[in-house]
């Protein structure tokens, strides 16, 4: 075996890892649909369903003191950090064992023991919260990156806008990563800025920015790398716009009918899915294993959640616990 | 306060079946129709008709007047201060109330200041839709009733419909009103409440209350989603004897005191239900004016809210919290047995 | 809740003359000294000292855990909600309580939030220093008392201290404290009240009042730099044979209810008096918990405070709306006259 | 007499123009400063000394339907919408008779009868007020610009960022003027930044930003100008970014102790009357007439502030008005 076949081969394998992570990914959100769907989940669920190449680029970069702050969206994030499904379920169901204990929901789930400070519902705020972060960690003698997580709407929100301001003016080391979908909700965003590569915006902060694509965890992970070893030693914050897709609607029962003309066809070939499988393929990766990358996060999947219903609903009468100190 | 004080009729009336939801929309569409100064803005709400579909088929219908944002409140709340200045009369949609609280200058240092500060030079006539509450599984940043805060702002008008009637009502006594309005809308109810609204009707004046039940037992003040509770409350207790004098007062400002005052003094017994947490809820306000008038009750007056929590997801656990119709009934029994 | 609930002295005690501003350093400059988690930031405070010179010093004694930041009040609170997160005890200045409204999200729905919806495995001990009022000329934007907004925020602690004792003590509290704190100051009284301040006292823990006058005819709750007005009326109503009971309740949340009840009880008069608007003010909450405690007044509970108006800049202006020591003792007289 | 020497000869009556109205707005604020240091005045006052340039370079732009919106430093603003000094120092000594019959202060002028629509005492607040002047001008007919006008420091601020970027994405006939005096306070901007080129930012936008030289009231008409005209014409907004300095304290009062070495002398050979006084000296103009032109101010706004000062106080009755229409 030669050394370029050994590359090819090494890459291969780490195309396979991420085609299995995204499955974890996507068969996680297929399945929360489900129970949303038969009346187990309740209120507004938003999957990230398409975007899964970006949180699989990036979950090799994240430190163990690192802290990442997601949307909303974030159920894959969370995964990312390698918070347990189970636990994911359960939280989304309301159940006593969630990572919350049912108090934060689809929309707020918070594992700090994973690094994972949480998902946001207010556009724009993690961004502020994760200069924060970076903050702590020039006084608490880690190598702390912070991670933001948002999307493309967002970049218009005031928060963000101060969030990289000051993580610039102090050289903070925070990542600002935009997952740009093309849409804020039902609008597309190309129609709500006088300036669609989201990524220039950073040099008016004085910090790099560019865009990738965000469907190539391996893109990914080696550009987004790059941001987190520029702030790791130092180097300030950096901008990345990761192009993506989702794939379903903003929220499951969102009719999804806003879609222009191709998008969907387009969006189809480059979804992670489609690239890794069309990647594997070509390198001669056979159907099986392409398959069982499917099979087993389903598999993984079903039993995860299936344990999450067997738990027993957040007690009510632990309501008011946790206010205060 | 007359339950309805109304200016000349403007448009012939006709009476339609519709939700809650699509009484807001009849509004809209009567504002944008009789006054060409309007403007609707607010994400989502122009192409796609609004996350509810409330707004939907006014860009068709009125164009460039109404239209997209993107996600930028203060830009939202700022430009509708701006655009009213210079004659407009902006309707601008804020998506939840919990997001107002990132623009919440533009409500408090701006919008309520420009008449006042300019001596009536200058105007603000903003309408500023939202709509807030729990609903099930929504997580504690979409779940706030904040009513209380924008009461304590001075030049700010606050309503809060609950009926598909007055969705249509308030509103387009809002849009019409010369100060600058917030109407609190609740999602839970945009499909519901389907039944005749009278549209097309005369103006009505910011103020008034609507009595939902007569009674002679207690004087039970509430709005919002709330009162569907607390009529389902009143009328388990009529069947147990105990007779409730219901309350649902619309226009929080400009609130109807003396009605309020005259009913507990006739009662002699006062309850304040309402969603937001009771510390600091307007619920204290009420109290404190009936307490004010030197009213004499039979019972200390009894207050239920959200027991001061912030708001969790599950909706096992939001039941361990806010009264239901089961809870405030039991409450007002054993608290006028108490009496 | 007793008037200082203690936690074990930390330090070794010393007296000195300071004046309010002064003794607001010495807190931050204790605070900084014997919690190395702390960090101090906002606008103007490292460097220049702040715009009050309030921190003057602690950046050349403290380098680089005090620090100046951008005029960005989101990204302030919101890294103080990251940096407490994450370990840290950030103390940070908003300026002018007017302007916590443009970054108002990271209070309500943030940092009160982060306790709670993580079941306390993430907290947010972040002590946020403000001041507020009026003062003579300051514009309408930065006059305003806005405790209220924030005493409607279960999660956040707020107190309002007006001697220069408390100002050392309550924030030495609020930034021991394990909860988020607003400490809300007043710039009119940084100069003032130059007397003996203890220092390096034992933490006191949240909560607790000040009776600052005992009395039989009336109770007054106040607070903030209204306590000043009511002291002096109740100093002239005194000569008039009206003896006041005063309770400064320095701690809004957690508020003493216990101890104004009782006072309520035992003289048979209730008022409030602040300088926040009446409205939606928590004058409202006071009279509410004391009337639902069932107390009997032989009065009806008075409240007096800004009667409900933007704030004007000419000082005439404001001297026809914020009651003054005589507009308060004639009102309170006049009151329990009509008893 | 040659062609040449006419439009040096109008380019010299335009300087000496320019240094006239200079002077009026330093002598008002001279003016304001001492009846605020006497006690007339109360309260904090923002005076624009040495940022006069900017305002007068302006003044001949903004048109009868066009609409000015200032901060707390905004005097000089609002003389240049032509409001009358004695109006303005009457409601900067709290008097019935000020612009806002003693309601705005010194902080809150607002003069909507002369495109004044007022100062804001929020950093950046106006800026998002400003958008909905030039959104309604869409509407009613009007060729409306809108002007708004801030600080280095308001840059930061995130309801600045949410104005360029709704003016920008729908193409707003705003003009965003910066005045940097490089303070924000009390606190230099370039310690506050990751790029001091505050201009950079409009890029991201998508609109066009130029950095000018505010001290020169010749080239402020010239380039804001240009920004006015385009957006006049539908072509959206610009960002201008014009340097300039304050002689003074932030607010009066303020010890003014943290002047960096150098910056004092600098900024007195940039300030505007310095800059044009030699521009008309090496033109040929006489001392009589440069020596007028601040002879004629300060006896403006000495007899405008005397009568001012000879109104009476606002009345506390009616001090409940105009809350509600
Ligand atoms: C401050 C605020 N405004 C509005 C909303 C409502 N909202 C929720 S998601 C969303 C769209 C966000 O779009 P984007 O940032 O592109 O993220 P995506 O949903 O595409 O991941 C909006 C407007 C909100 N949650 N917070
Ligand atoms: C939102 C907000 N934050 C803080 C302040 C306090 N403040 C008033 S002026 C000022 C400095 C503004 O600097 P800059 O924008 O450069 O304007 P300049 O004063 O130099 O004209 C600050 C921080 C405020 N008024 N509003
Ligand atoms: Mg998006
Ligand atoms: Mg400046």
């Known amino acids: ?76 994030w969370a995964i990312a950090c390698g918070v347990e499904p189970e636990a994911l379920f359960a939280e989304i169901l309301g159940r006593a064992t969630g990572v919350n204990g049912g108090r934060g929901g689809s929309a707020h789930l918070t594992a700090p023991g994973h690094g994972f400070f949480g998902e946001n519902s207010i556009v724009g705020a993690g961004a502020p919260i994760a200069c924060g972060a970076a903050l702590a960690g020039r006084h608490d003698g ?37 997952e740009n979908n093309s849409w804020s909700e039902l609008t597309p965003i190309d129609e709500m800025v006088g300036q669609p590569e989201l990524f220039r915006r950073a040099a008016g902060y004085g910090m790099p920015g560019e865009r990738i694509d965000g469907n190539d965890p391996e893109q990914v992970r080696d550009r987004l790398g790059d941001a ?86 957040a007690d009510p009468t632990t309501a008011k616990e946790h206010l205060y100190a | 306060m007359p339950d309805t004080a109304v200016s000349p009729a403007s448009t012939a009336t006709e009476t339609r079946e ?31 008709g609004g996350v509810f579909g409330v707004t939907r088929g006014l860009r068709r219908d009125f164009g460039d007047r109404v239209f997209d944002t993107p996600i930028s409140e203060s830009a939202i709340l700022g430009s509708a201060v701006g655009a009213a200045m210079l004659g407009r009369r902006p309707i601008v949609e804020i998506m939840w109330v919990d997001f107002s609280l990132v623009a919440f200058d533009q409500v408090v240092n701006q919008l309520a200041n420009v008449r006042y500060v300019s001596r009536g030079e200058l105007t603000a006539p903003v309408t500023i839709r939202t709509q807030q509450g729990s609903a099930p599984g929504a997580c504690a940043q979409h779940s706030q009733s904040l009513e209380a805060l924008f009461l304590h702002v001075p030049g700010l008008r606050v309503c809060m419909p609950w009926t598909a009637q007055d969705a249509y009502d308030l509103l387009v006594a809002a849009v019409h009103s010369d100060d600058p309005v917030l109407v609190i809308e609740n999602r839970t109810l945009y499909p519901t409440g389907k039944g005749p609204v009278r549209l097309g009707g005369p103006v009505q004046t910011p103020g008034g209350l609507r009595v939902r039940r007569k009674g002679s037992d207690a004087t039970v003040v509430t709005w919002g989603a709330m009162t569907a509770r607390v009529l389902e409350a009143a009328a388990t207790l009529a069947e147990q004897g105990i007779s409730l004098e219901v309350l649902e007062t619309v226009w929080l400002n400009p609130f109807p005191t003396d009605e309020v005052v005259a009913s507990a003094a006739r009662t002699g017994a006062l309850a304040v239900v309402h969603e937001a947490n ?34 969790p997801a599950a909706p096992s656990l939001v039941a361990g919290l806010l009264p239901g119709a089961g809870d405030i009934s039991e409450s007002v029994r054993d608290w006028l047995h108490s009496a």
Chains 1, 4 share one sequence.
């Open chain 2, 278 to 311: 009771t510390t600091g809820g307007f619920g204290a306000e009420v109290v404190a004016r009936v307490a004010g008038a030197g009213v004499a009750l039979r019972v200390p007056p009894l207050r239920l809210g959200l027991p001061d929590s912030r708001v």
């Open chain 2, 18 to 48: 519709l939700t809650y939801g699509e009484a807001v929309n009849a509004a809209l569409r009567r504002c944008l129709d009789e006054i060409p100064e309007t403007l609707l803005y607010g994400e989502d709400i122009a192409t796609p």
């Open chain 1, 142 to 178: 880690t190598d702390r990156v912070a991670l933001t997580v948002f999307g493309d709407g967002a970049m218009n929100q005031g928060a963000v806008h101060e969030a990289m301001n000051f993580a610039a003016a102090f050289s903070l080391p925070v990542v600002f990563l935009c």
């Open chain 1, 228 to 313: 987190f070893e520029v702030a790791r030693e130092g180097g300030g914050p950096t901008l990345v716009e990761a192009m993506t897709q989702r794939l379903v609607g903003h929220y499951i029962g969102d009719a999804d009918q806003y879609r222009r003309p191709g998008e969907r066809e387009r969006d189809a070939e480059n979804e992670p899915v489609a690239l890794l499988t069309r990647r594997l393929r070509d390198a001669g990766t056979s159907d099986d294993d392409i398959a069982g990358a499917e099979r087993a996060a389903r598999e993984e999947m079903e039993s995860a959640s299936a344990a999450a219903l067997a738990a027993p609903l």
């Open chain 1, 1 to 76: 075996m030669t050394a370029t076949d050994a590359a090819a081969g090494s890459a291969t394998a780490t195309a396979l890892a991420d085609l299995r992570q995204v499955w974890r990914m996507r068969a996680f959100e297929e399945r929360v649909r489900e129970l949303r769907l038969a009346g187990d989940a309740v209120g507004s669920i938003h999957l990230g369903i398409g975007q899964e190449g970006v949180a699989v680029g990036a979950s090799g970069l994240i430190g163990p003191d690192d802290a990442v702050f997601a949307t909303y969206r974030g159920h894959s």
